[in-house]
């Protein structure tokens, strides 16, 4: 409800609504972008500053509403569950592809319209500022040697974070002590303080206290060197082909007409290409990628069918 | 017998009773760690015993007499008409909703038509300003 | 060399427009703490966006502005209609509506104003001169210590229950019942959730404590309402404290916000678990230990202090690691990253001006909201003589579009009626409320944080109380149980010897 806005909007809604019909202009009224995430966030700073962004180039606000709950799948069924006029739409993050896998929500990226991507956040491994290991490599040796005598911590079971060190576990023979927590910066607190040996968490979440010293990057699990963390070596360089990102994309209920999608994905590209977005990404470490829908949907694809095989193969729930 | 510590002592009796069910339902934990249903258990145990302590002083003291009678009546009519007020939630029209239920409460309460109409007005009027157009919240 | 730090700091400050988003926040702040179903984590967030178009220092100030005037106005509702404005002014309502029921309102009004600030400028000292070691005591905080500190926290069901002991503890053992629904905090399988989705992340606390005090009371307010009109005895009485109760306050404030800070400090505990540790602190080293929550004015002195110390406490953590102490200063750093600041060390090293004025900010914003509350003291109490039914419905639907706003979800809202009742039904039997939020706060805290210790210790026990923080926490919450056991022996021996003491 929105009695506010003039007379003129009110009556150009009442009009489409009444014609039920996806010709016309689009858009021709404020648009809503659901957030999975509580405000003050990654993804809820790049959900806020893409949406202001992308206002001018659409002609009509985009009003960011916060929906978070169970990793993201209260916010994705609520979207999905809209009409697919193209005024509600989501940001879409890594969780859309796992959240089924794990059993929170009966959805994919392959139940809703992608829009596009914009950003790539690549996890690193991070270990005290004073720990004895300098690489990544005598990191690996010592949880290898000892029987679980390396205490990794994680950002939760079934987040993004913990399942990259599930995959360093398997790809490289490691055996550590798992310790869940509620989120990469309690996790990355119990680092700091000397609580646990080793921790794993986005690129752009490390960055500030391996600058600030207070923790040691190891390794980036990402084929190229991270921008933010260009002296850190990649586990690809060392040998060790491991890791999937984070990212962020925006999608809608499935079956938005084409056109509709098209104008978004336009609306966020020219975003996309501005020096705001481009300082945004240095500083919170995230790397700037745009996909178009298609490329975007054959890698969200991609993505949940790697977590529908991966997840129950690595990732016992009920057990630490 | 106090009536009032036998009763309460009773209900967490039976609540404490179902966590300790409950949870040994739950995922044991692995070597020799405590799992997902270790908590449920403990709290279970506690909330039992301290239920039936106080459910057995209740049964030993002498009543002390104070019945705090209060107006049961006024209190199941608001409450009825809230969770009316939120079985509608998300079917449109918000402000009205509110404004209405605001009314018919106040009316209840004994407040006159006019008073308690300009009332509920402004209270919708100030929840449209601060939530809808401040806070960018879409009730409806 | 520091005095020039110093002085550009002030000099940053001191401009006419800082100034002015400064007050302008705490003015916001101040609304978003008074009104129950707004707190100063949902101010902060909805108003950070607003400030990427101002200057770094406009900015930061209008958002401590609001930290620092939330928290004070959060006890003003707390004190006049018994319904705390935000989580970390529960146990302000335990004595300020004690006060405000015998006819002291504007007094308790007063103290929350002045000890409000005088746990805000112990904490802001702190921060400027203790800084690094208050922050190297929060990162020994590892899992068993938090164990400790939340077993303390639970200890204390038992003190703040006043004479009904069992009913608090069964309350309080409901509250940590209710914070198993959702996914394990540690293994991430599903508790009590029942399929459904809204539940996995658990039961929203905002707005169960809403609902617990806020519509609780309001149905019990409209069950006695025909008693309490007769009883009707509106009176403001004198807002600032005599100088001889200023006197005998000023050790539970300043003890008070010597908890407040180092509590605030440690990162996932703030104000709410503070000010409960400070007010049973301020009551065991009472002499009138039964005043206590019946509207003692140290209680509520000490409480009030460490409430607002917490902020002091979590902004230092946050500068000095980089790390957030609260939810808020968590908003914080996303603010400050965003106009290229980098709390951590680094910052102290490299800019100390920037502590400092960031120092002075908070200084400012809190005269600024000692002002407003002392000035606002007897206007504010103005709404003791709106007739209660607006009073009522004003309640319910503040507290029910706040408690949708907080995660758009109307499951919040549903929680929140459901606590109502609770409330009511809890009111009505004479159960404490207290113990059920202090349990639903700290429940999660000790379970996770025992389990990730024996994950650390192998599954040893023992371990844990080895080292000497925990063995601190564990021996105080020992000691809190035991006491009323104790001193009831006592006073039952006494009683066969004399005649029993007037309660």
Redesign the interface.
């Known amino acids: 409800m929105r009695a506010g806005r003039s007379v003129g909007v009110l009556s150009a809604g009442i009009l489409l609504a009444a014609c039920s019909a996806p010709q016309g202009p689009y858009p021709a009224r404020e648009i809503k972008l659901i957030v999975q995430a509580a405000p003050g966030g990654t993804s809820d700073t790049v959900s806020r500053v893409m949406a202001s962004l992308a206002e001018s180039r659409l002609g009509v606000p985009i009003v960011c509403e916060n929906r978070p709950g169970a990793s993201g799948a209260l916010a994705f069924s609520f979207v999905a569950r809209r009409s697919p006029d193209g005024y509600t739409i989501g940001h879409a993050p890594v969780e859309i592809a796992i959240v089924r896998s794990l059993g929170y929500a009966d959805i994919g990226p392959s139940d809703v319209s992608l829009i596009c991507l914009v950003s790539k956040t690549a996890p690193a491994l991070v270990v005290q500022a004073d720990a004895p290991w300098l690489t990544f490599e005598e990191f690996i040796t010592e949880a290898k040697g000892g029987s679980g005598g390396v205490v990794m911590a994680n950002s939760g079971i079934g987040s993004i974070w913990h399942f990259n060190i599930l995959l360093m576990e398997q790809g490289t023979g490691a055996r550590f002590t798992h310790l869940p927590y509620g989120g990469s910066t309690p996790a990355l607190v119990s680092v700091i303080g000397g609580h646990s040996d080793g921790a794993v968490a986005g690129v752009g979440e490390v960055v500030s206290h391996v600058q600030s010293g207070t923790l040691r990057a190891l390794a980036v699990f990402d084929a190229e060197r991270s921008s933010v963390l260009p002296d850190v070596p990649t586990t690809h360089e060392l040998g060790y082909p491991i890791g999937t990102p984070a990212w962020s994309g925006f999608f809608g209920p499935a079956g938005i007409d084409e056109e509709r999608v098209a104008q978004l994905a336009d609306a966020f590209e020219v975003a996309f290409g501005s020096p705001e977005w481009a300082k945004l990404c240095r500083e919170r470490g995230m790397q700037p990628l745009f996909l178009g829908r298609e490329d975007f949907e054959s890698f969200a694809l991609q993505q949940q069918q790697f977590f529908e095989e991966q997840v129950p193969k690595l990732v016992r729930l009920g057990a630490p | 017998m106090v009536r ?2 036998v ?3 009773g209900a ?1 009796l039976v ?2 009773a179902g ?1 300790l069910a ?1 949870g040994t339902m ?2 044991a934990g ?7 249903g ?3 258990q403990a ?2 145990v ?2 039992a015993a ?2 039936a ?2 459910a057995i ?1 209740g049964i030993r003291h002498s009543a002390t007499s104070d019945t ?1 009678g ?3 009546r ?2 199941a009519v ?2 009825a008409l ?2 009316a007020y ?1 079985a509608l ?2 079917t ?4 009205v909703r ?1 404004a209405v239920f ?1 009314l018919l ?2 009316r209840f ?3 006159r038509w006019l008073p308690s109409l300009a ?2 007005a402004a ?2 009027a100030f ?2 300003i601060a ?3 401040g ?6 | 060399m520091v005095t020039a730090e110093l002085l550009a700091g002030l000099a940053a400050v001191l401009d006419w427009q800082v100034l002015a988003f400064l007050g302008a926040g705490v003015c916001l702040g101040a609304v978003f703490g008074a009104l129950p179903g707004l707190t100063a984590t949902m101010g902060v967030a909805v108003l950070t966006p607003l400030t990427f178009w101002v200057s770094p220092e406009q900015g930061l100030a209008m958002l401590l502005g609001i930290y620092c005037g939330a928290i004070p106005a959060g006890g003003i509702p707390a004190i006049l209609i018994n319904v705390p404005g935000t989580p970390a002014s529960i146990a302000t309502s335990w004595d300020g509506y004690a006060l405000t029921r015998k006819g002291k309102a504007g007094l308790a009004l007063g103290i929350n104003a002045l000890a409000s600030a005088a746990g805000q400028l112990t904490s802001i000292a702190f921060l400027a001169f203790l800084a690094f070691p208050i922050a190297s005591f929060a990162l020994r905080f590892g899992p068993a210590e938090y164990f400790g500190l939340a077993l303390l926290g639970i200890s204390l069901m038992a003190g703040v229950s006043g004479d009904r002991v069992l009913q608090g503890m069964l309350a309080g053992s409901l509250g940590l019942a209710l914070a198993l629904v959702g996914l394990d905090p540690m293994t991430a399988y599903p508790r009590y959730t029942f399929g459904l989705s809204e539940f996995l992340d658990g039961i929203s606390f905002v707005p169960v404590m809403i609902g617990l005090f806020g519509l609780g009371e309001v149905l019990s307010q409209v069950s006695e309402r025909r008693a309490r009109a007769k009883a009707a005895r509106i009176e403001i009485g004198r807002v600032v404290p005599k100088a001889a109760d200023a006197k005998s306050l000023l050790g539970s404030t300043l003890s008070g916000a010597g908890v407040g800070t180092m509590v605030g400090a440690i990162p996932a505990a703030g104000g709410d678990i503070g000010s409960v540790i400070a007010w049973e602190q301020a009551r065991r080293t009472s002499k009138d230990k039964g005043q206590f929550g019946k509207g003692s004015l140290r209680g509520l002195a000490a409480s009030c202090s460490a409430c607002n110390a917490a902020i002091g406490g979590a902004m230092t953590t946050m500068l000095t690691l980089g790390i957030p102490g609260d939810a808020v200063s968590a908003i914080l750093i996303g603010a400050l990253l965003i106009h290229g600041i980098q709390p951590g060390p680094l910052l102290f090293a490299n800019n100390q001006a920037f502590v400092f004025s960031i120092v002075f900010l908070l200084v400012f914003a809190c005269l600024m909201i000692m002002a407003v509350g002392l000035l606002g003291a007897r206007p504010l109490a103005k709404v003791l003589s709106v007739p209660p039914p607006l009073l009522w419905a004003g309640i319910i639907v503040f507290g029910t579009v706040g408690s949708y706003a907080l995660n758009n979800a109307v499951a919040d809202v549903w929680a929140m009626y459901a606590a109502g009742l609770v409330g009511f039904v809890f009111r009505r039997a004479r159960i404490p409320l207290g113990p059920l939020v202090l349990g639903l706060i700290l429940g999660p805290m000790m379970e996770s944080n025992l389990r990730r210790a024996l994950i650390l210790s192998g599954g040893d026990w023992l371990a844990l109380v080895a080292r000497p923080i925990v063995a601190v926490f564990l021996a105080a919450a020992v000691l809190s149980i035991a006491w009323p056991w104790i001193r009831s022996r006592r006073s039952a021996s006494r009683s066969n010897l004399g005649p029993p003491s007037s309660a």
């Open positions: 009032e510590d009763a309460t002592g967490f609540l404490g966590l409950s739950l995922p692995v070597g020799g760690l405590p799992g997902a270790f908590f449920p709290v279970g506690l909330m301290l239920a302590s106080l002083r705090n209060g107006d049961l006024a209190v608001i409450a809230l969770f939120l939630w998300g449109g029209f918000f402000l509110t605001i409460a106040l309460l004994g407040r009332f509920s209270l919708v929840v449209h939530f809808d157009a806070l960018n919240v879409s009730l409806q």
